[in-house]
């Protein structure tokens, strides 16, 4: 089960971190990936990280801005988001698969999403 939080409302350029919280005791054996889906716009994938946190992955409208990072000891993975734009508003989602993957179709697992909401 995967259980995100620390969404909210944060101006144009602000920062923000989200994290997701698994339970179990195999979430160092899975990649964990940050989905977002704004309002009429389908899932897309923002960033993802392997097992060991040793290799990211990050969609390019958010390269440079964002970064992904996990805590194996502690089941989270987190989402730092830096320099936040209005085309930065969604719901984001955590997600957990064996591998790291792109296609929202393809996760094992999915976490309930919170809302990031940037305003101009």
């Known amino acids: 089960q995967l259980q995100a939080s620390g969404g909210g409302v944060v101006q144009a350029g602000g920062s923000l971190r989200i994290s997701c919280v698994a339970s179990g005791r195999t979430f160092s054996s899975f990649a964990m990936h940050w989905f977002r889906q704004a309002p009429g716009n389908e899932r897309e994938f923002v960033a993802a990280?392997?097992?060991?946190?040793?290799?990211?992955n990050y969609a390019e409208p958010v390269k440079g801005r964002f970064t992904i990072s996990r805590d194996n000891a502690k089941n989270t993975v987190y989402l730092q988001m830096n320099s936040l734009k209005p085309e930065d508003t969604a719901v984001y989602y955590c997600a957990a698969d064996p591998l790291v993957r792109k296609s929202p179709y393809e996760m094992n697992f999915w976490g309930k999403g919170t809302l990031v909401t940037v305003s101009s």
């Open positions: 990280i392997n097992w060991s946190g040793g290799s990211t």
